[in-house]
């Protein structure tokens, strides 16, 4: 087999993406195509009493009108595993949220659609909604994600530790915002249904469809080659999904349902807020004796998300022998929350992260110094050796490259003029996420690989790195392999998300590849014409479309060849990765690990914070593509400094109404916001999947927040511990 290795390549899909031929969901368009828009509730709680649809219908181009408790039957979607999908819509009368989807409409154009559904009419009786985590009507679930742990005793600790630092952090709701407006088409033919969606599991929405109008998945047919970005918010089947099929099957006709900006903000979840309290007790030369994290978020009233634990990093990220952490949510008249870049770890980064720094001070110990004595040389939970890691190599590297040795280390002490100058850090310890995958590889007469999954790549380079990694297990260059994605038609896949993909897709196409190289030394195996007879995988090196005697590499033949003599067109043969067990291997499965290095400037007298500098040095375990895997930290640093400064999502307390639910209300980072980036690679392959790989499309925005609280902190001698930090929280 061929050996893998680092290549700086430029994307696979990149032509297509800049000539506007790559196929999104929203691009679509069928003969004959319709087109939906929806009506949403102006109450966040209570129930529609009635709706008058007159004016609506009369609009010219109407062709349904459809409101809740009126609409066909739809059944709930199965649950995942993972976590359960938002309700079917338009089942029922009561209203849950502000914006919950309570009628459609249909019609011949978009804007005839849009203007009838503006003229749909509802009646309300509404009620009292609960919208605040203080709320005591709030209804409290405890821990919703069965990862509250309890090692050694927390509490005792605490109390006989030389030094307690820490306290109530918060964070914000934040909302996903791809720049792509999320879009299903959906189209019956009979009873089989095509879809194009914009997300990041074709598998779940095929499930869930098939679910809700009661067919046999085979028979849902679901495609998103392309998907302009999702962050997390395409990983549940959302209502509009459900609400353009049963469109198109009321109105039989093809029909489009494009969502608006301010529907993205209700419609496809967001990063739920945090109030964490946390405490952390130490000796006087800064060994960690307890770490007690609490946290709680909010949670939709009719939602049994199984989401993510904000405090599970306090029980895996350092080594310490007594540690609680504990997860709760309140049930809020909120739109549904989901996953978001960094899922848990982001907003359980900042706390711990801060939390430390206020400990660092308080002893008058080097913050960087303070991680290394406390460095977890194994998983502290598991109790088993990692799989890998390099995370003391992030923090000498990354001081290093940064200069932080040089800096004064009283807070308020650096100045350049009238700006404050500050330095943070922060260290990462993400999670370790994969599941199983299936994948299948063809080569032809011509020596053309076709490797495909049902996998989607939205945005991450997973077309490019698979290109990749297919053309070094074959043998062959780039330009002989073609990657399928996004069709459910292909083997099974899981969701992009958690950072899993790269591990999960890469194992399963390995699996293939070697399973491919197998089949053509089987097809040999008796062939005395063949220098491979009687060979295995094993014996063998794939180089330059060919197969070869691993010790001798004069002696082979190409695949075209054994093709040719056999009369056969192609090759055929499928793979698959299940992730192994951490006592089967005897390892703790290890996600990566960063350390994170910021400079601010603070305007002494407006208050006013820059981001000067950021280094970042990672260990990602076997990078396939330095290229695209520096892009996807410099992507995901800046969504860390926009949830250090800039980003909320603000609900109205009185209405629950979103109140800046725009791109010209919500802020996000803009070029002007955005330093130079310096992004570096550590480690080495890991030991958990036979491509080595940990994936990095998240790691990227956690630790950065922090690491930016902390240098301000630094340069104005002020703690800010809730997000983002805005010029009011320090004047």
Known sequence: ????????????????????????????????????????????????????????????????????????????????????????????????????????????????????????????????AVLGLDDPRAVTVDDPFGSDRTRGAAAAALATADVVAGGRYTTPDETNNPMGLFATVAAWDGDRLTVHDTTQWPDSVRDALAGAFGIPAADVRVLAPYVGGGFGA???????????????????????????????FTGI????????????????????????????????????????????????????????NRDRQKRLNVPVPTSMRGPGDAQGHFALECALDELAYELGLDPVELRLRNHADEHPQLRLPWSSKALRECYALGATRFGWWDRNPEPRSMRRGDTLVGYGMAGVSFFWFQQPCDARATIDREGRAYVRSAATDIGTGTYTVMTQLSAELLGLRVDQVRMGLGDTDLPAAPMQGGSGMTASLGSAIHSAGHRLIQAFLDLVADDVASPLRGLTAADVVAAEGRLAHADDPSRGESYREMLDRHDLP????????????????????????????????????????????????????????????????????????????????????????????????????????????????????????????????????????????NAVFHATGKRIRDLPITIDKLL
């Not at 549940?236 to 029909?255: G, I, K, N, S, T």
């Not at 945090?274 to 946290?295: F, K």
């Not at 407006?606 to 040095?617: I, K, P, Y």
Request: net charge negative; glycine share 10%.
């Open 1 to 128: 087999m061929t050996t893998l290795e680092r290549t700086d390549i430029d994307r696979v899909d990149g032509p297509r993406k800049t000539s506007g031929r790559a196929p999104y969901p929203i691009d679509v368009t069928y003969p004959g195509m319709a087109h939906a828009a929806l009506v949403r509730s102006t109450i966040a709680a209570g129930r529609v009493t009635g709706f008058d649809t007159a004016r609506a219908r009369a609009v010219p181009g109407v062709l349904a009108v459809v409101t809740a408790g009126d609409a066909p039957h739809l059944n709930p979607a199965p649950d995942t595993g993972l976590w359960r999908q938002p309700p079917p819509p338009l089942q029922h009368t009561k209203i849950v949220h502000h914006g919950q989807y309570i009628g459609l409409v249909v019609a011949d154009t978009i804007e005839q659609a849009t203007e009838a559904s503006r003229l749909v009419e509802a009646g309300y009786e509404p009620v009292d």
């Open 570 to 709: 192609e090759l055929t043969a499928d793979g698959s990765a299940v992730p192994s067990k951490p006592e089967e291997l005897g390892l703790a499965p290890a996600g990566p690990f960063a350390a994170r290095f910021a400079e601010v400037h603070v305007d002494a007298d407006l208050g006013r914070v820059r981001v000067a500098r950021l280094v970042s040095v990672v260990d990602g375990g076997r990078i396939l593509n330095p290229k695209t895997a520096r892009s996807q930290i410099i992507g995901g640093t800046v969504g860390g400094i926009g949830m250090a400064l800039l980003e909320e999502t603000v609900t109205d307390p009185h209405t629950g109404r979103i109140a800046n639910a725009t791109f010209g209300d919500y802020l996000i980072p803009v070029n002007a916001d955005v330093p130079d980036l310096d992004v570096v690679f550590v480690g080495e392959p890991d030991r958990f999947n036979p491509v080595g790989v940990k994936g990095v499309g998240e790691v990227g925005l956690v630790g950065v927040a922090p690491a930016i609280a």
């Open 269 to 324: 979840g967001h990063r739920p807020a945090t109030v964490q309290h946390i405490r952390i007790g130490a000796t006087r030369d800064g060994v960690l004796t307890a770490i007690e994290h609490d946290s709680v978020q909010p949670v939709a009233v009719d939602d049994d998300n199984i989401a993510e634990s904000v405090t599970t990093v306090s029980s895996v990220g350092y080594a310490c022998p007594n540690v609680t």
């Open 234 to 264: 395409g990983l549940r089947v959302w209502p509009h999904v459900l609400l353009a099929a049963m469109a198109a099957r009321l109105v039989e006709r093809p029909v489009r349902l494009a969502l608006t900006r301010p529907q993205m």
